[in-house]
């Protein structure tokens, strides 16, 4: 029952408190460049979700079955980077054959996907933190989700304001960034949820 507690922490610690995005603030360059529509925002939530998730189990296998035993832990950074890489070279193949529009939508942000700093941070944090396995994989899911709950809110109120009347020297970027903000405020009220 205790394990079972501990994974519902991670799960609602990863997606609100110790959201990627918003209290981290890694995976700033999609959040900010693919949020534009919400169907854009989640199609690129859907890709960073399979990666983090994959990419957490198997950083985790490699760390603690090839690199911790051969004393190597100081390559840690470079493999996952190369994992994470070749994880993203499997999904846009995918998305480029069952969704080409999405493709296209994604454009360059989708191998951003191999840079994007949140993947690689939820690699490193599951080996910081000792976690094992499941909770892993657990934290992988649940900060994809976090990234994903994210950028989709922003897409949102992203397109929404494209109808509001708002002064020419805010409208773009300046609006986004001070809306990025004023969410960011809001995820922070969810800092004393878990202890």
């Not at 990627?20 to 919400?38: A, D, E, H, T």
Request: a negative charge; charged letters at 10%; proline letters at 4%.
């Amino acid at each position: 029952m205790e394990y079972i507690s501990s994974l519902f922490l991670i799960l609602l610690s990863s997606i609100l408190v110790n959201n990627f995005i918003m209290s981290r603030f890694l995976g700033i360059c999609p959040f900010l460049g693919v949020s534009k529509q919400v169907s854009t925002a989640v199609g690129m939530g859907a890709a960073v979700t399979f990666v983090m998730a994959m990419a957490s189990v198997i950083t985790y296998l490699a760390y603690y079955f090839i690199l911790e035993p051969l004393n190597m832990e100081y390559m840690q950074t470079l493999a996952f980077i190369l994992i994470i890489a070749a994880l993203v070279q499997f999904i846009e193949m995918v998305i480029q054959k069952m969704s080409p529009s999405l493709y296209q939508a994604l454009g360059v942000y989708l191998p951003l996907i191999t840079t994007n700093c949140a993947v690689l941070g939820v690699a490193i944090l599951n080996i910081e933190e000792k976690y094992d396995l499941l909770q892993t994989l657990v934290n992988g899911v649940s900060g994809a989700l976090g990234f994903t709950l994210a950028i989709v809110l922003f897409a949102g109120i992203r397109e929404r304001l494209e109808l509001a009347d708002i002064p020419e020297p805010l409208k773009g970027f300046p609006l986004a960034m001070i809306t990025a903000g004023l969410m960011s405020v809001a995820f922070l009220g969810f800092q004393g949820l878990i202890k």
